[in-house]
């Protein structure tokens, strides 16, 4: 059960997290990585861009993608570190 309860809830923050990073990201583009015009261009090809709605269509799948990579990258690490440091602390008792 309590297995459940934790993949319920790294479920939860990711989720969450994205969400929140994405809105970060909207309010405040400043703090990220600015993409180049070829990228952007490349994507209005592949996703067939048509008027400046679909552009902020496909702004939107890179925003909420790249923070969900960059969210789950972050639990990761976090879980790592967490086991890494259960076993330390288990291991000097």
Known sequence: MRRIFLV???????????????RWWYANPDYFPHFS?????????????????????VEFFVVVAASFLIVTMLAAVAVVIIRYAKRKYLAIR
């Open 37 to 57: 015009e070829k990228f952007w261009r490349r994507l209005d090809l592949i996703f067939g861009v048509a008027n400046v709605d679909d552009a902020k269509n």
């Open 8 to 22: 319920f809830l790294l479920i939860l923050w990711e989720l969450a997290g994205t969400i929140l990073m994405s």
